[in-house]
């Protein structure tokens, strides 16, 4: 079964990523029928904890179809940014099959993407750890 996992950075500094299995065979069905469960689910869990809500641009999604693409997302996922296994392991990603793309959950997030706001944003590049 395929799983997607969205993954969010914070203005705070922290990271959060949370996954769910899907029967929809590819990314675009996905992001094209249901994106905004997992967002939702995100604010749902930030609040709980009293954190932000307010993301530092555009989340990522990643699509694994099948399990092995899911432990090379979830390994990649645990990796410190910018280091050589980060390196490695989004090769194993990608060479897995995953499929990637980045997913606006707000109206302002989905303005500055269109807006090209974002284009030397590097999401990952502050990010503390994962909540």
Not at 48 to 74: C, N
Request: glycine residues 10%.
């Amino acid at each position: 079964m395929a799983v997607i996992t969205l993954l969010s950075d914070f203005v705070d500094g922290t990271s959060m990523a949370l996954a769910e299995d899907t029967d929809l065979g590819n990314l675009n069905d996905y992001m094209t029928q249901s994106q905004g469960r997992l967002w939702a689910g995100v604010q749902q869990r930030r609040r709980k904890q009293g954190l932000t809500t307010i993301r530092r641009g555009p989340g990522t999604i990643y699509f694994a179809p099948d399990e092995t693409a899911t432990v090379a997302v979830e390994r990649y996922l645990k990796t410190a940014t910018g280091s050589e296994e980060e390196k490695s392991a989004f090769e194993a990603m990608n060479n897995s099959g995953v499929s990637i793309a980045p997913h606006v959950g707000a109206e302002a997030e989905r303005m500055a993407l269109l807006d090209g706001q974002l284009r030397d944003l590097r999401p990952q590049a502050k990010a503390q750890g994962f909540s």
